[in-house]
């Protein structure tokens, strides 16, 4: 069952000249319905997905895992022209930017480096002072959540860790490019981590290079043609094929460069 079920956009009032207006894939929007609990996102460079992403993510009050904000005053400026349908609304899930990730990760590293100071500093005026309870109630919960901590893996690793302790059932998940760090086998693992979630009742929304994300089972595949979103099939997009063909012939293609 989808949470999400469209995003329409106003197109009253809107400055089309002006980003993201300007964007063909916002021109071109209209209504975007969700069918499946698995939306794929595929277009070229710049073609608008990241900004879509955010625009859909900021207006459905997600938690923007890692990021500062929901940044740019332009993205909320698209924000405030889209109507989201809901199922029922989902409180739960998060937006996640793998450009976000290494801030991410250092913000939990300073916050527990912070805990652990707050302790000791309190520790120190009074041994038996309850004023450390919330520092360590911070540490325990981090703890709980990512064992010895993200910084000390490796970025992938840490990425699937983010993911294994952080997706919960009848979330809605709204990822931009979760690919970035992972390994072919990664990917793998990943997909295995979402039908896992499907199963619980979760919708994601996923923006993707990733021929491999782009192949999960019984996802819908949007793909952005000449500022159009468009249904199309995996064998079709031009990721899959183009990753297919220079897999089969690479030396074709590279002696042309
Ligand atoms: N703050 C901004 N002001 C003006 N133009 C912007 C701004 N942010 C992005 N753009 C432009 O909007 C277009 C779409 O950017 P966006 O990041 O949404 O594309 P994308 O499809 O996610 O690309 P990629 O696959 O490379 O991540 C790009 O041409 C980009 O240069």
Known sequence: MVHLKSVHINQDRIPVNEYPFNLPIIKNLGSLAFHKQVT???????TGKSTLLEAIASNSESILIGGEAFDSELSVKLRDQLKLVWRIKTRKGFFFRANDFNHFINR???????????????????????????????????????GQGLEVR??????????????????????????????????????????????????????????????????????????????ATYDELEHVTLTRDFLNHPERFLRHL
């Open 108 to 146: 939990l590293k300073d916050i527990k480096a912070e805990s652990r100071q707050a302790i000791r500093d309190i520790k120190e005026r009074d041994s038996n002072s309850l004023e450390v309870m919330p520092y360590a109630r911070t540490l325990s919960d981090l703890e709980r959540l990512y």
């Open 40 to 46: 794929i996102l595929v277009g070229d460079n710049g």
């Open 154 to 231: 490796s970025h992938g690793e840490s990425f699937l860790d983010l993911f294994q302790a952080r997706l919960q059932p009848d979330g809605l998940y709204i990822l931009d490019e979760p690919e970035a760090p992972l390994s072919p086998l990664k990917q793998l693992t990943l997909i295995s981590m979402m039908k896992e979630m499907v199963q619980n009742n979760c919708q994601f929304i996923i923006a993707t290079h990733s021929p491999i994300l782009m192949a999960f089972p019984d996802a819908e595949i949007l793909s952005i043609q000449d500022g159009m979103l468009q249904q």
